[in-house]
């Protein structure tokens, strides 16, 4: 994507070259940080999908240069007017109204600057909606005020993730309101389905560094996906208004390797062969002389119509 419109690319760049050059080495001083919000950072944080740099591409090399020399031509015309068309610069108007070739020009322009933003735009809209064949699922559960994670192909039964305390997290050294409990743990360079609802009210799962946004609405289920090519821990946030304690509700994801993958799948897996037989050989004192009560009114009830 990026070679073949480096063409226009470096044009646009170059009509905004001031103003946006101007806050792209604003945004160089502060050192973007992988995966959460940076202070003084005003672009986008940094992706680690193809997607999000598709999209950081789309906004900070498509968009953003058509939005600032659309509106420095305007400032300027508004300049023009202001200064060469006031009362004593200008004491006698024009009378004349209406100008068909400006019209047709001021008409046509705009439709074709958005005919290009279109062309960028569903090239991505497509591409977010073409999930290549997930390697596993997983689904995310919007609580108030915490989200439940489930692995459906690990079969491992819905964990609750819960904002980390303050001193839990000073003392761990993670960013206090995005780390987690018990942080989605998934593999790098796999395609991963994140399939989203809510139980309550809407949430919304949202994590920027994957340039992924999906509402979580109760009674239906939304799906999602991304590919990260980098392992780390990326953080993101409730999006949807939810109530009182919506801003402490972080989303975090573990991007690890494929064997610690598996080894944390190994440890998540449930007990239950081991406990079973334990509460089997517990139980008879308790249930046993119970049973033998009830079966045999069962059997007699259940006789009795085949005498007849
Ligand atoms: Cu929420």
Known sequence: MQSRFHGIRALATRIAAGFVGALWSASAFADDLIGQPTDKSVMMQPGVTPLKRDAIFFHND???????????????????????????????????????????????????????????????????????????????????????????????????????????????????????????????????????????????????????????????VNSTWFKVDRIGTYYGSCRELCGVEHAFMPIEVKVVSQADFDAWVASKKPAAPAVAPAVVSATPAASVPAKPVTAPSTKLALSAPATH
Do not use: C
């Not at 290009?116 to 909606?129: D, M, N, P």
């Open 62 to 220: 498509i968009l953003f240069p058509i939005i600032t020399a659309i509106t420095l031509f305007v400032l300027g015309l508004l300049l023009w007017i202001v200064v060469r068309y006031n009362k004593r610069a200008n004491p006698t108007p024009a009378k004349w109204s209406h100008n068909t070739p400006l019209e047709i020009v001021w008409t046509l322009i705009p439709v074709l600057i958005l005919v290009v933003i279109a062309v960028f735009s569903f090239k991505l809209l497509f591409a977010y909606h073409d999930m290549p064949k997930p390697y596993m699922t997983v689904k995310a559960t919007g609580y108030q005020w915490y989200w439940g994670y489930e692995y459906p192909d690990q079969k491992i039964p819905e964990f609750v993730s819960n904002i980390l305390p303050e001193a839990k997290a000073k003392a761990a050294n993670v960013p206090y309101r995005l780390a987690t409990t018990a942080p989605l743990v998934v593999p790098v360079n796999k395609t991963v389905q994140v399939l989203v609802t809510g139980a309550d009210v809407i949430h919304s799962w949202a994590l920027p560094a994957f340039g992924v946004i999906m509402d979580a609405v109760p009674g239906r």
